[in-house]
């Protein structure tokens, strides 16, 4: 069976307790290890560890990454975890199970700097390169070997030890044959874990656990399964195409087959993003449309800024608002031409919130690009908008001085009214 030392990245095949090249024990060993080439590579509590890195003070304390007492938990050290602190969990019942924890405010351009240099680590290894959040990526190894002169195990263990020395923070490598066996692999060993899940194991591994294991299935369908006698994998892999189709409707077969762990999508770097968008938690509800405005032009230049480093345009708005009994609103609206500009983002939403600040107590905002567009072709002007070219010409002047002198350097009215 292949053996791969994760200290030293050495690989070697007779059975030994310990590397006998480094005497490290983090051994792995699997029957397919040298021959799999899809991995799933997700950063450990990402915000948290990257706050215990700069502060070294806090290594030993529970961290929490978030807002004020009305927030949300963005991110958490596992020793707040262990406490039972999850990601979007209220911040006052966070602080309830983990009083003793550091409460840290998101600091993103620190996690955008930190992800970009783990990506560029990626990028070494190989160009197929998916990223899935700024902190999840999945890599297509396939064809490297000769490149770096040993099989993707051991490039991955070497990326791993190269990510925790360059950037300062760890990383859970999941290997398997296609991607839903590389992210269930990742999750399996975390963290700073390396797991590995083999095409010729994977029915049988998956057969006996639950459902709700498989990416994308939440706990509402997890109980429809359930009431179907689908509770487990294993369960619902036995059902034929037509039997899944029959139980499940059209996705069933696609379902079953997940649950055999088959998944035939491609790595694809060029995958096209989906959304983008801004928001916020009050610390306070606010209730007036003054007050609201103010938050939502911030939103608005902060989703401007969010699509022009994507390299997209907004065709079209949606603004969210949430309620303090929790309920969700959202309201569309479709833009005359495709922008990047705050100011042009802000007047669509503008009216919409209008009409729903009618006195409601409200906890949270934000606005996001409804149907994205190439941000080349935005703000270009047209007969309806002639101004917009010089409105774009003003905006990137105001960044340029703001970049300077720092984000109060040039406020817009509206905020300079509070």
Not at 70 to 82: F, L, M, P, S
Not at 161 to 172: C, D, K, N, Y
Not at 322 to 329: D, I, N
Request: with cysteine; aromatic share 4%; hydrophobic share 45%.
């Amino acid at each position: 069976m292949p053996i791969l030392c994760r200290d030293c990245t050495a690989t070697f095949a007779p059975p030994r307790p310990s590397c006998p090249g480094c005497g490290g024990r983090r051994l792995v060993r699997h029957d397919e290890l040298f021959d799999l080439a899809i991995a799933h590579v997700d950063c450990d509590a990402f915000f948290a560890s990257v706050e215990k890195r700069d502060r070294p003070e806090l290594r030993t304390t529970p961290v929490i990454v978030g807002g004020g007492q009305r927030g949300v938990v963005a991110a958490c050290c596992y020793q707040a975890r262990i406490k039972g602190v999850r990601s979007a969990m209220p911040m006052f019942k966070a602080l309830a199970l983990c009083p003793e924890a550091a409460v840290i405010k998101p600091q993103m351009s620190k996690y955008a700097e930190a992800s970009r240099a783990i990506r560029a680590l990626m990028m070494d290894l190989t160009p197929l390169v998916q990223p899935l959040s700024i902190d999840e990526a999945v890599l297509d190894l396939s064809g490297t070997a000769a490149l770096h002169k040993a099989p993707p195990a051991a490039v991955l263990a070497r990326f791993a030890l190269g990510v925790e020395r360059q950037v300062g923070v760890t990383v859970s490598v999941g290997l398997a044959p296609n991607r839903l066996l590389a992210k269930l692999a990742v999750e399996r060993d975390k963290p700073r874990g390396f797991a590995v899940i083999g095409a010729a194991e994977a029915a049988s591994l998956l057969a006996p656990e639950p459902v709700s294991v498989l990416p994308g299935i939440g706990p509402v369908q997890a109980r429809k399964l359930q009431a179907l006698g689908l509770a487990t994998l294993g369960q619902l892999a036995t059902l034929s195409p037509r039997e899944a189709a029959a139980k499940l409707g059209e996705d069933g077969p696609a379902l079953a087959a997940r649950a055999r762990g088959e998944d035939r999508r491609r790595v694809d770097p060029t995958r096209e993003t989906k959304s983008i968008s801004a928001e916020t938690t009050f610390e306070r509800d606010l209730r007036t449309v003054p007050e609201l405005e103010a938050v939502l032009w911030r939103l608005s230049e902060k989703l401007a800024r969010r699509l022009k480093e994507k390299g997209f345009a907004a065709g079209g708005v949606v603004l969210k608002l949430k309620t303090a009994g929790f309920a969700t609103r959202t309201r569309h609206a479709r833009l005359g031409a495709p922008t990047r500009l705050p100011d042009t983002l802000f007047s669509a939403a503008r009216p919409l919130l209008a009409r729903e600040a009618d006195g409601t107590a409200f906890r949270l905002i934000g606005i996001g690009a409804q149907l994205l567009m190439p941000g080349e072709g935005a703000d270009r002007g047209d007969l309806l908008d002639a101004e917009s070219p010089r409105r774009a010409a003003r905006w990137e002047a105001m960044e340029k001085l703001r970049a300077r002198f720092g984000e109060g350097a040039v406020m817009r009215g509206l905020l300079a009214k509070r």
